[in-house]
């Protein structure tokens, strides 16, 4: 094997190889929406439509070669997608499952701080309360007359307590048709605010207990359970939080966090038929304006070059062939090798053909053919390679050596040859045949 077959066929092993590669990513990829009797014959048909697409492009003799590489270009898209598909889904098959439990990991210890914060401020306000109530109700025992200083009182709980408290006083007044009377002691006032104090110090056990339970409840973030776990346990822990009691010493209103819902989280355990969707989620998130590129985009925008590029490189070794095949002479020009023809009456009959279309009106018999045809033997040269080169020199010539181009015996050389000179390179069989239809005369 001479240098020029191994270098092609270096380029045509390789070029190969990267279509097969596509072929596997492509197939893998459909099969992920088809059964995969639909799915490889599809993937099959379209990876050889696109392997042939390329290589017409190296092929010197294929006209409208830009025509081929919009072809070319239009169908690789659909291999593109699918092979884009099954890398991103194998690049972020380990990844994407830990980031959904470390975000909610997250998300939900966020959220436990609110919870938290919100029952240490209630908490805080109960203890507050509990010793407003304590000294009202010594006030009351001493010195009475306790519901004057409810006007000074801007806590809307206490403010409560106030109206409660009068709310009793005005039922005795009305019931007995006159005033309360004022003063210390043990009385109605004193029963109703030991009543509130009682009802304060309940609600601040009940928080206390709350606080504790929630400070106890790790299950929430224990190791080793999927998400869907995770939020049903932090479901139950915040629906054992007392929200009346909360609220009930607070001014403000008290707003505690939700579980967020599953489907944020949900690909710690995406079934199969999911991948595709999320894959094209993540391209999709990558070319958003306002999204903020980051580590765990890497994988997707590498999934989408290597399927782009497997596919482009087989187009480019097609046009870096053709490209090689139109400049430089020393390389074969064509990527398909003629079938030799055996020599034979309908070689010889061919040859005849040729040297008639040159001579033209001119007397075309054996004696001129063999002429003709011995001049032009006589004026064959052979390059560095050791390929056959004719250098026509006049109308004749140019006409053979094109009639034996379109037969595809010889190539025009674009760099072959002096002033209106044409140079042709010759097959390799075509010498011995020339000879013997001369030797045969």
């Given at each position: 094997?001479?240098?020029?077959?191994l270098?092609?066929n270096?380029?045509?092993f390789?070029?190969?190889?990267?279509?097969?590669?596509?072929?596997?990513t492509?197939?893998?990829?459909?099969?992920?929406?088809?059964?995969?009797?639909?799915?490889?014959?599809?993937a099959?048909?379209?990876?050889?439509?696109?392997?042939?697409?390329?290589?017409?492009?190296a092929?010197?003799?294929v006209?409208?070669?830009?025509?081929?590489?919009?072809?070319y270009?239009?169908?690789m898209?659909?291999?593109?997608?699918?092979s884009?598909?099954?890398?991103?889904s194998?690049?972020t098959?380990?990844?994407?499952?830990?980031?959904?439990?470390?975000?909610l990991?997250?998300?939900?210890?966020?959220?436990?701080?609110?919870?938290?914060?919100?029952?240490?401020?209630s908490?805080a306000?109960?203890?507050?309360?509990?010793?407003?109530?304590?000294?009202?109700?010594e006030?009351?025992?001493?010195?009475?007359?306790?519901?004057s200083?409810c006007?000074?009182?801007?806590?809307?709980?206490?403010?409560?307590?106030?109206?409660?408290?009068?709310?009793?006083?005005?039922?005795?007044e009305t019931?007995?048709q006159r005033?309360?009377?004022?003063?210390?002691?043990?009385?109605?006032i004193?029963?109703?605010?030991?009543?509130?104090?009682?009802?304060?110090?309940?609600?601040?056990?009940?928080?206390?207990a709350?606080?504790?339970?929630w400070g106890?409840?790790?299950?929430?973030?224990?190791?080793?359970?999927?998400?869907r776990?995770?939020?049903?346990?932090?479901?139950?822990?915040?629906?054992?939080?007392?929200?009346?009691?909360?609220?009930a010493?607070r001014?403000?209103?008290?707003?505690l966090?939700?579980?967020?819902?599953?489907?944020?989280?949900?690909?710690?355990?995406?079934?199969?038929?999911?991948?595709?969707?999320y894959a094209?989620?993540?391209?999709?998130?990558?070319?958003?304006?306002?999204?903020n590129?980051?580590?765990?985009?890497?994988?997707?925008v590498?999934?989408?070059?290597l399927?782009?590029?497997?596919?482009?490189?087989?187009?480019?070794?097609?046009?870096?062939?053709a490209?090689?095949?139109?400049?430089?002479?020393?390389?074969?020009?064509?990527t398909?090798?003629?079938?030799?023809?055996?020599?034979?009456?309908?070689?010889?009959?061919?040859?005849?053909?040729?040297?008639?279309?040159?001579l033209?009106?001119?007397?075309k018999?054996?004696?001129?053919?063999?002429?003709?045809l011995?001049?032009?033997?006589?004026?064959?040269?052979?390059?560095?390679?050791?390929?056959?080169?004719?250098?026509?020199?006049?109308?004749?010539?140019?006409?053979?050596?094109f009639?034996?181009?379109?037969a595809?015996?010889?190539?025009?050389?674009p760099?072959g040859?002096?002033?209106?000179a044409?140079?042709?390179?010759?097959?390799?069989?075509?010498?011995?045949?020339?000879?013997?239809?001369?030797?045969?005369?």
């Amino acid at each position: 094997m001479n240098q020029r077959s191994l270098f092609w066929n270096l380029l045509l092993f390789s070029s190969c190889v990267a279509a097969c590669v596509s072929l596997v990513t492509t197939g893998v990829g459909l099969a992920r929406y088809l059964p995969g009797v639909l799915a490889w014959p599809l993937a099959l048909a379209v990876q050889a439509g696109l392997f042939g697409l390329a290589w017409l492009i190296a092929v010197r003799h294929v006209k409208l070669r830009a025509l081929v590489i919009v072809l070319y270009c239009l169908t690789m898209p659909f291999s593109v997608v699918f092979s884009y598909v099954m890398l991103q889904s194998e690049f972020t098959s380990e990844i994407r499952p830990l980031e959904a439990q470390r975000g909610l990991f997250d998300d939900l210890r966020q959220r436990s701080a609110t919870v938290s914060a919100e029952i240490d401020q209630s908490l805080a306000e109960t203890e507050e309360l509990e010793l407003r109530l304590a000294s009202w109700v010594e006030m009351e025992q001493a010195q009475g007359w306790t519901t004057s200083t409810c006007d000074a009182s801007s806590h809307c709980y206490l403010a409560g307590v106030c109206e409660r408290v009068q709310g009793q006083i005005d039922s005795w007044e009305t019931r007995l048709q006159r005033r309360y009377p004022q003063g210390p002691g043990q009385a109605l006032i004193y029963g109703s605010l030991e009543t509130e104090q009682a009802a304060v110090r309940q609600i601040g056990d009940n928080l206390r207990a709350a606080r504790q339970q929630w400070g106890a409840s790790e299950a929430v973030f224990a190791a080793d359970v999927d998400n869907r776990e995770r939020l049903r346990r932090f479901d139950l822990a915040l629906a054992e939080v007392p929200r009346r009691d909360l609220q009930a010493v607070r001014c403000d209103a008290v707003a505690l966090p939700v579980a967020p819902p599953y489907e944020l989280f949900a690909r710690d355990d995406a079934l199969a038929e999911e991948t595709p969707v999320y894959a094209f989620e993540d391209l999709a998130s990558i070319f958003s304006l306002s999204h903020n590129f980051t580590r765990s985009d890497y994988p997707t925008v590498f999934a989408l070059f290597l399927a782009v590029f497997i596919d482009l490189f087989v187009l480019l070794v097609a046009i870096g062939a053709a490209v090689i095949e139109e400049t430089d002479p020393h390389r074969p020009l064509s990527t398909m090798r003629p079938v030799v023809p055996e020599w034979g009456e309908a070689l010889s009959r061919e040859i005849t053909a040729w040297i008639d279309g040159a001579l033209l009106h001119a007397r075309k018999s054996a004696e001129d053919r063999q002429a003709f045809l011995g001049g032009l033997i006589d004026a064959l040269r052979f390059d560095a390679g050791n390929r056959v080169l004719f250098v026509a020199t006049d109308s004749r010539e140019c006409r053979f050596g094109f009639l034996m181009a379109n037969a595809r015996a010889a190539t025009p050389s674009p760099t072959g040859g002096d002033g209106e000179a044409v140079t042709f390179v010759l097959e390799d069989w075509v010498y011995p045949a020339l000879t013997r239809y001369v030797a045969a005369g």
